[in-house]
């Protein structure tokens, strides 16, 4: 094993750094972050409460995210600044899993292209789990690498390995799938192992203490990761009827058709998984030998497992019943780097090296050069989306911009209703728009009901308010919004705004 220069360790954390911050305020708040914002703004016994009702399943991410919001503030920069952080850390531990895999330049490449891909960008500027949840992938992924290939106890590295899979089940029970792609890996393991070695001929030629502790130690590890999230997956069980928006997102094949958008639009994973073709065959024209030592065997058994095995399953469910979004399947972007990197590395490599068994500490100066023109190409081919992710609706929603319009426009006494579940929440986000209107639809507000969205009054009780009101603003999340609660009452159409997957209408009452 190679740990390699310092600054080939640090660098893929410094470029994921600069990417989470570049533009970080850009883009507005989208609906997810309102909801985190509904959440921590209240006290701690009501977000309690509220976890109680519902949302358990992020209440681990509320619970870090609330002092964070009394100490410093709720704005963009603030709230997705550990996202930031998570990120930065995560591409470091891929480029720690390309070190000890293969070789320092892998670990380099795989941690730059993990830092270059726009869903590490847009996830690295969310105030959402995702990226602590990438984060705690990659850092179980390390230490079950360690745990098989260490030559002493490997109980400290199963520990770890325990603590990280137990607190991403409480971060997102979707990222549990993770589990049953280890399992693929400490089943090839085992049956690789030779006379109680595990992984032979891995880095350092580590011989590992045998094949029934590694069973036995990662099983109760398993058991006692599961153990601990288990009070929020039941409470997460209990409130599965949250779920509904996910039934609008593709299930069964159709999730199989966008599964590949995980990287990005524009086809990213597709040239993430070029270059990891054109690496493989290049290293193949150098003979067998030469492509077992630029793609170890270890490479892949941890590898494609991550990437392959988690959309499978939750693919397999959705088909029972809907669970598929691409987001819940973005702690497999590590997995697609890696491999990605282990083939840019070995694409670099003059033919002239390839006879060699053993793949050489460094790269000729040609090779550095390829490979950097590679990283640019690849930087380059997803720019546009880097852009757009930074822009006012790179999030998908520009809250930032109803806020401002209603700001702009509205007058005293202006009441507000909102059409569709996934919308209440929305005023949340920012305080000088939507949530300065009355809220004539809401009979209870989001706090005093315990949960994210407040409850709905009846039609009639609505009908009642608005007498006497001489404008509403009309704020519906998804569709053509229908203003069929004013039918009759003489309200007349101003102007339409169409803000992000928004539609915001205001309607003004034609008495004299």
Known sequence: YRAGPAWMRVLPSLVMAAAGLWGIGGASYWRDEAATLTAVHRSFGQLVVMLGHVDAVHGLYYLVMWPLVRVAGAGEVVTRLPSVVAMAVAAGLVAALGRRLVSPATGLAAGLIFAILPPASKYAQDARAYAMVIMLAAAASYLLVRAIGSTGRRRGWLAGYAACIGVMGA????ALPLIVAHAVTVGLALLRADGGRIWPGAPGGEPGRGAGSLAAGWLAAVAAAVAFASPILVLGFAQRGTLGWIRHKPQ????VQVSWQVAGPGGLVVAALVVAAAGLAVSALGGLARLRAGWPWRLTALCLPWLLVPPAVLIGLSFLTPVFTTRYILY??????LLAGAGLTAACRPLKTM??????????AAGWAVGAAAL???AAFGFGSQLKIRGPGGQGDNLRRAD???????????????????ARHVPDAYPYGLAQLKPVSQAQNAVAAGNLNGTVAPPAVVRQRLAGVNRVWLVAGRGVPRAGILDGLGFRRLQRWRVGSFWLVLYQHGRP
């Open 171 to 174: 971060l997102d029970a979707f």
């Open 252 to 255: 069964g094949l159709g999730a």
């Open 332 to 337: 497999c972007l590590p997995a697609l780097a």
């Open 355 to 364: 006879a060699q068994r053993q793949p050489q500490p460094g790269l000729p």
């Open 376 to 378: 640019v190409a690849v």
């Open 404 to 422: 401002q319009i209603v700001a702009a426009n509205r007058l005293p006494g202006d009441a507000l209703i909102i059409t569709g579940g996934s």
